[in-house]
């Protein structure tokens, strides 16, 4: 995979991306939140897998992320949003590939919000997204720092990935965001959604309502799979490489 930066005049974006002329689309690949275009290093492989597939990949930090600079602390939805319009302008500037986008959890939130309005964009891939965000955050913050967070304080948490901090931007940007209407722009575009039966972070009820609300979609459910898919995700690989190729691989149509 080729290391290249990507920018608007004011941000940069640092992404990986792997290219070829023949290639069925491209698929743009959204991390989820605290996460970075590596996957954990998984995507060196699944886009080994894809590309025997057909299909090229790009995938990139968003501003504060990974290797791309800016405050994490002031992460919100319509500044992913933008990230990713910015990634989606590039790829229709520079290559004629059909664009399938991928979001992992607050990634796949990500992708509604900001490709969902572009028409250019022929295909979406939903991991674990969340649509219920002030519910899924509070699920995975302490009740007591998210009523602070919540009346407008900076709170501090810790993961695996260690300390961070988070502004109330976030949570406040959360009211300018209709994810209805960023359903219902999907439209006629095929859509899978995947999920995992044990999710600890974002509950089945949030795939089903985008099921609910889809006219051209298909859910996949892992049971026992938990919201990171860590036993699960060649599985999780193998169910999307196989959608990709059913429903965009060129050499069917």
């Known amino acids: 995979m080729e290391k290249i930066c990507l920018s608007n005049g004011s941000k940069i974006l640092k992404a990986y991306s792997h290219i070829f002329p023949d290639a069925s689309g491209i698929i743009i690949i959204c991390h989820g939140f605290r996460g970075t275009k590596e996957n954990g290093g998984r995507i060196f492989d699944f886009t080994t897998r894809l590309e025997k597939a057909g299909f090229a990949v790009l995938a990139f930090d968003f501003t504060g992320s990974g290797e791309s600079p800016g405050d994490f602390s002031r992460v919100t939805l319509s500044r992913q949003a933008e990230d990713l319009r910015i990634v989606i302008d590039y790829v229709k500037k520079t290559f004629s590939l059909p664009i399938i986008l991928l979001g992992r ?3 796949g939130t990500t992708v509604l919000a900001g490709g969902t309005e572009d028409p250019a964009v022929r295909g979406f891939i939903l991991w ?18 998210y009523k602070l967070w919540q009346s407008g304080h900076k709170i501090e948490l810790a993961d695996e990935n260690g300390v961070f901090q988070l502004e109330p931007d976030l949570i406040e940007d ?8 960023y359903i219902r722009n999907i439209g006629n575009r095929k859509t899978l959604i995947v999920h995992g039966g044990e999710d600890q972070v974002v509950p089945l009820s949030n795939a089903y309502y985008l099921t609910s609300k889809l ?10 799979a938990d919201h990171k898919f860590i036993y699960d995700y060649k599985k999780r690989e193998d169910y999307t490489i196989n959608w990709l190729k059913q429903n965009f691989d060129k050499k069917q149509e």
């Open 105 to 107: 959890s607050f990634g």
């Open 128 to 145: 674990s997204a969340p649509v219920f965000l002030p519910a899924t955050f509070a699920r995975l913050i302490p009740a007591w720092q």
């Open 174 to 181: 959360f009211s300018y965001h209709d994810m209805d209407k």
């Open 215 to 224: 006219s051209v979609c298909t859910l996949k459910i892992f049971k026992g």
